[in-house]
């Protein structure tokens, strides 16, 4: 059987998605929850890949140069650019944690702490 990658995104909405439900392949015991993706599965297809040979190239940027048949500079750029959506993503988590901080102190309403989530996504 052909598997795919779990989305991140929601088709509708492009908010992020959260598993909620994890299948054994061999026994077919279900695990349900709201589980947290790693920050690495928030990351498109495209930068999962470039990850993926980073990480296949022990971090030499020369080695991933060759794999794509690109220019070092170009390689340099696309890896920031990967480390800075994986940086965005846990400042965006980072956010969201501080205002609900915030709403369990009682410092802000529940109306002002949707407002403020809905801002960060």
């Known amino acids: 059987m052909s598997r795919t990658a779990a989305p991140s995104r929601c088709p509708s909405c ?5 598993p909620v439900k994890y299948v054994c392949s061999d026994c077919k015991t279900e695990v349900t929850g709201d589980f947290e993706m790693c ?18 190239a022990r971090g030499n940027l020369k080695a991933v140069q060759r794999m794509l048949g690109v220019s070092y500079p170009t390689v340099r750029t696309r890896i920031e650019e990967m480390f800075n959506a994986i940086e ?31 801002e960060s996504t």
């Open 14 to 18: 492009n908010g992020a998605l959260n």
């Open 39 to 56: 920050p690495f599965c928030s990351l498109d297809s495209e930068n999962k890949s470039l990850l993926e040979l980073f990480l296949f």
């Open 88 to 118: 965005n993503r846990a400042e965006e988590k980072e956010a969201s944690i501080g205002v609900l901080e915030q709403l369990h102190r009682g410092e802000i309403s529940l109306v002002d702490a949707l407002e403020s989530l809905d």
